[in-house]
């Protein structure tokens, strides 16, 4: 079992800047990739960036620029750093782990953290 719990969301003013942090607990030996997705009020989830146990990264193009995907092995937590703020970017943010023997679809997530951005 791997249980993830994000954090670092808020509300914040257009134009800065957050960091979000998912920690995974459990059986963190059996994730191979942790996903970051965001669902905008009255929106489909989408993804924003993945990183690899290798390091590698995807992070997606309408956001490239702004989101920094990050990990800290010894702490089991991947981080989401997002600058120069913007209205669209309000959301809820989940992170999801794939899992070694286990279909993508079935990993678990967390529970979300909110971000808002004010104008």
């Known amino acids: 079992q791997v249980q993830l719990v994000e954090s670092g969301g808020g509300l914040v003013q257009a134009g800065g800047s957050l960091t979000l942090s998912c920690a995974a607990s459990?059986?963190?030996?059996?994730?191979?990739?942790i996903a970051w997705y965001r669902q905008a009020p009255g929106m489909q989830r989408e993804l924003v960036a993945t990183i690899n146990n290798d390091g590698s990264q995807y992070v997606a193009d309408s956001v490239k620029d702004r989101f920094t995907i990050s990990r800290d092995n010894a702490k089991n937590t991947v981080y989401l750093q997002i600058n120069t703020l913007k209205l669209e970017d309000t959301a809820v943010y989940y992170c999801?782990?794939?899992?070694?023997?286990?279909?993508?679809?079935?990993?678990?997530w967390g529970r979300g953290t909110h971000v808002t951005v004010s104008p």
């Open positions: 459990g059986n963190t030996f059996n994730i191979n990739t």
């Open positions: 999801h782990a794939d899992l070694t023997g286990l279909p993508t679809e079935f990993g678990p």
